[in-house]
C-alpha cells in the first residue's frame, strides 16, 4: 500500500536529498507517495508542521531543538531521526568590506581563526557596524557566525548587528545596501558572489568540518504513530542520498534542484556547492573544498545525540535558553539515533555503534566501531580545535571566555 | 485595537482592511515588508499584527517580536492555543497572526475569523482572476487553430471550429488541447499560419 507524505522544504541546495528521493523513484520504490511542500520562511515550515499541514520537515537543526524547548513560538516536541546533510553554508560579505581582510582568498579561507581577527579589525573601519543577514536566529549559521566571531573576541551580540532574513531575500538586501554580508545556504552566498555584491570570507566546512545542518524533522507523537511510514521514507533517503554523493548525477541533480519547483536558480550555481568548487569572488576559478556538502557518505544522516547537545550548548552560550540537567536531556533526545537503527536494521548501511561521541575529536579520517561495514568519520575538528565532551556540558561552557 | 496588516499585495490588503472597517475596526495600518519595515511596526506598538503565511518576511516580524526592547508587552501567534479549529483554519487560509500578550481572547477571535474569511475571499477572487485569464489564453490559441485550418483546408471558421470540437470529443480531450497539437504540429511542419 503507497503512504502519502507531505513533507515542506524551503528552496535549498541541502534539500537535494528530498528531491532526488521523489524525482529519482527512491520514495517510489519504497512504497512513499512524496509530496514536496515549497515555503519561503522558516517560521511557516515550523507552523506547517507544528499545527500538522505537513507531516515532516527540511529543518534547520537548531530550530528542531528551539521548537522542543519552547523558544520559538508554539512548544511542540519534534523529533530528528535523520540528517539531510551536513556543512554547505558560506559567509560572503560585501567587496568592500573584505577589502581589509586576506586578499588572497584560499589563504584566507584555509585559516578561519587568522580570518576572524581580520574581521575583527575590519569592524572599526567599516562606516557603521556590519549588519550581517542570519536566516534565523537558530539556524546552524548563525550558531556557526557567533561561534566563530567570538573566537576573536567579537561580540555578536554588540559589535554587529545580526539582521534576520530568509535565504531567497539575502541578494536583494545586499543589493538594496540593507545589510553588508549574510551566512546562509547554498545556493545564495554563490549568487551573491556572481551578482558581484560580494566575496566569500568563511565557509562552513573550515568552522566545524562536519557541522550539523539540516535534519528532517517530524512531530514526535506522530513519530511514534506511524513507525512503517517513517522507516520506509529513511530507506529511500539513504538511497537518496548516496545518489546525491555520486559525482556522475551531480549535473542532473543541479538541473532537477534548478527547476522553478524546487531552488529556481541557475543550475551552475547549485552545482558548485555539490561538486565543492566555490568561486569565492567574481571570475577568479574556483577553490576545491570536496567536503563542502556532504549527503551520504561517512554515515552523514546518522543524528548523534552529541550534536544535538552541542547545539544545544550553544543556544545556553549566548542566552537562548537557561541550563539544566533536564533541558539538555530533552535536548538530546531531539535527534533519534534509535529510529535510525529499526528504519535501517536490515539495510547494509554501515551503523555506528555509539548514539554520541566527542565532538571535534576526529583530526584525520578514522575507521570506527560499527554494528556492520565499514564506517570511517571524516575529520571533524572545530578551527579552535575544542572538543565537545557531551557528558560535560558545563566544562565545555566555562572554557570560553566571556566577552563582556 | 490597534491592527497592523504586513501585506504588499495592495488588493490583499484592502479586502481584509476594508472587513475590518465595516466590521467596525477603525485603527487598521497596512505596512509592506520592505526595508526597515521592522522598525515602522515597533514604533505603532500594535495589538495585533496580521500577515499572510506565504510571506518570506515572517522570520525578519518574528525577530522583531523575539527581541523588541520597544513593544510594552510580548506579542505571540495566535496566543489562544486551545482553540484548534480556529488555527487550523487560519493556517489553511495562509494566515498568521501575532496576538499582544494579556489580549482577552473574546476581543481577538473575531478579528481572526473575519481575517479568514477575507483571506478566503481573496484566494477566490486571485483563483477566478487567474481562471479568466487562462480562459483569455485557451481562446487565443483556438483562434489560431482555426485560422491554420481555415487557411490550410478552406474552412469556414465555423466548420473549422467544429472540426476541433469533434476531433477533441473523439480523442477525449479538451478542445484547447487539440488546438495547441495543431499549433505544435504545424509549426513544426513549418506551415505557421
Known amino acids: 500500500m503507497t503512504i502519502g507524505l507531505r513533507i515542506a522544504f524551503l528552496p535549498l541546495t541541502d534539500a537535494a536529498v528530498l528531491v532526488a528521493a521523489r524525482e529519482r523513484g527512491f520514495a517510489e520504490e519504497e512504497g512513499i507517495a512524496l509530496d514536496l511542500v515549497r515555503t519561503t520562511s522558516w517560521a511557516t515550515l515550523r507552523d506547517r508542521l507544528v499545527y500538522g499541514q505537513v507531516q515532516g520537515a527540511h529543518m534547520l537543526a537548531p530550530l528542531a531543538v528551539a521548537v522542543t524547548l519552547g523558544l520559538s513560538q508554539q512548544p511542540a516536541p519534534l523529533a530528528a531521526p535523520y540528517k539531510l546533510n551536513v556543512n554547505g553554508n558560506m559567509l560572503v560579505m560585501a567587496c568592500d568590506f573584505a577589502k581589509a581582510l586576506e586578499p588572497v582568498i584560499a589563504s584566507r579561507l584555509a585559516d578561519p581563526l587568522g580570518t576572524a581577527h581580520d574581521f575583527a579589525a575590519a569592524i572599526g573601519l567599516w562606516r557603521r557596524k556590519p549588519v550581517i543577514g542570519v536566516v534565523h536566529r537558530f539556524s546552524s549559521h548563525a550558531i556557526m557566525l557567533r561561534y566563530w566571531l567570538a573566537s576573536a573576541g567579537v561580540d555578536p551580540d554588540r559589535d554587529v548587528v545580526l539582521r534576520v532574513l530568509p535565504p531567497s531575500l539575502t541578494v536583494e538586501a545586499m543589493h538594496a545596501g540593507e545589510i553588508d554580508g549574510f551566512i546562509a545556504g547554498e545556493p545564495w552566498g554563490s549568487a551573491a558572489v556572481e551578482a558581484g555584491l560580494a566575496e566569500t570570507v568563511a565557509i562552513g566546512e573550515r568552522i566545524w568540518r562536519r557541522g550539523v545542518e539540516k535534519v528532517l524533522a517530524f512531530r514526535e507523537s506522530w513519530l511514534e504513530e506511524n513507525p512503517q511510514a517513517v522507516d520506509r521514507l529513511l530507506r529511500a533517503l539513504v538511497r537518496a542520498a548516496a545518489w546525491c554523493d555520486d559525482p556522475a548525477h551531480r549535473d542532473d541533480l543541479a538541473n532537477l534542484l534548478a527547476r522553478p519547483d524546487y531552488v529556481d536558480q541557475p543550475a551552475y550555481l547549485i552545482e558548485r556547492a555539490l561538486s565543492g568548487g566555490i568561486v569565492a569572488r567574481a571570475g577568479e576559478p574556483p577553490i576545491v573544498s570536496p567536503d563542502f556538502m556532504l549527503f551520504g557518505r561517512e554515515a552523514t544522516p546518522f543524528p548523534w545525540r552529541s550534536q544535538a547537545l552541542w547545539i544545544y550548548s550553544q543556544l545556553v552560550r549566548w542566552g537562548m535558553v537557561d541550563h539544566d540537567p533536564a533541558t539538555a536531556t530533552r535536548a538530546g533526545a531531539v535527534f533519534r539515533p534509535d529510529i535510525f537503527r529499526r528504519a535501517l536494521a536490515d539495510s547494509n548501511v554501515p551503523m555506528p555503534g555509539a548514539s554520541m561521541k566527542l565532538e571535534g575529536a576526529v583530526a584525520s579520517p578514522l575507521p570506527v566501531g560499527s554494528r556492520r561495514g565499514e564506517l570511517t568519520l571524516g575529520p571533524d575538528s572545530f578551527f579552535d580545535k575544542r572538543v565537545f565532551d557531551p557528558e560535560r556540558i558545563e566544562e565545555f561552557l566555562a572554557g570560553f571566555a566571556p566577552l563582556r | ?193
Open chain 2, 1 to 193: 485595537m490597534r491592527i497592523v496588516i504586513i501585506d504588499d499585495s495592495g488588493l490583499r490588503a484592502s479586502v481584509l482592511e476594508e472587513g475590518l472597517h465595516e466590521a467596525g475596526y477603525d485603527d487598521i495600518h497596512i505596512v509592506p515588508p520592505r526595508g526597515g519595515f521592522v522598525a515602522r511596526l515597533e514604533r505603532m506598538a500594535p495589538d495585533v499584527v496580521l500577515m499572510d503565511l506565504g510571506s518570506p518576511s515572517r522570520d525578519t516580524l518574528e525577530e522583531m517580536l523575539t527581541v523588541s526592547r520597544a513593544l510594552a508587552r510580548p506579542i505571540a501567534m495566535f496566543v489562544d492555543q486551545s482553540d484548534e479549529a480556529m488555527i487550523g483554519a487560519a493556517i489553511d487560509a495562509g494566515v498568521s497572526a501575532y496576538v499582544v500578550d494579556g489580549l482577552r481572547k473574546e476581543r481577538v477571535k473575531p478579528v481572526l475569523e473575519l481575517a479568514v474569511r477575507r483571506f478566503n475571499a481573496f484566494a477566490k477572487i486571485q483563483s477566478e482572476l487567474d481562471e479568466a485569464r487562462n480562459a483569455l489564453s485557451d481562446r487565443k490559441v483556438i483562434d489560431r487553430a482555426k485560422s491554420i485550418l481555415m487557411n490550410q483546408r478552406s474552412l469556414s471558421e465555423q466548420d473549422a471550429y467544429a472540426l476541433l470540437r469533434t476531433a477533441a470529443m473523439n480523442q477525449g480531450k479538451k478542445i484547447v488541447e487539440v488546438a495547441q497539437a495543431l499549433i505544435t504540429a504545424s509549426d513544426l511542419l513549418g506551415g505557421g499560419l
